[in-house]
């Protein structure tokens, strides 16, 4: 079993940065893929960045991105904290949502089946205003 908690969420303005964390009980941490999804109001959840699993001496692994956010969002993991982060850079309204922590199997998973996800966090809120 594992239980993600989401933390770093806010309102900001257009071009702000924020970081999400993303903390995880539970082992093994490491052998997860982690993603980050979003939720607007009235819209489907979708996938916006996701890290491939890694051994648990190392820290790093292959990150994948929405289109929507590449070169402006950043994830990575620590599995040394069992945490994710999201690095979010020039930060737009549209990138306004609930922001949700998952973990998988693997990345195809997240990024193509919703349903293969194994665990959801309760999801942060960010808001960016124009």
């Known amino acids: 079993q594992v239980q993600l908690v989401e933390s770093g969420g806010g309102l900001v303005q257009a071009g702000d940065s924020l970081k999400l964390s993303c903390a995880a009980s539970g082992r093994p941490f490491s052998t997860y893929a982690m993603g980050w999804f979003r939720q607007a109001p009235g819209k489907e959840r979708e996938f916006v960045a996701g890290i491939s699993p890694t051994w648990s001496g190392w820290s790093g692994g292959t990150t994948y991105y929405a289109d929507s956010v590449k070169g402006r969002f950043t994830m990575s993991r620590d599995n040394a904290k069992n945490t994710v982060y999201l690095q979010m850079n020039s930060l737009k309204p549209e990138d306004t949502a609930v922001y949700y922590c998952?973990?998988?199997?693997?990345?195809?998973?997240?990024?193509?089946?919703?349903?293969?996800?194994?665990?959801w966090g309760q999801g942060t809120q960010v808001t960016v205003s124009s």
């Open positions: 998952a973990a998988a199997s693997s990345v195809a998973t997240l990024r193509q089946d919703l349903r293969g996800v194994h665990y």
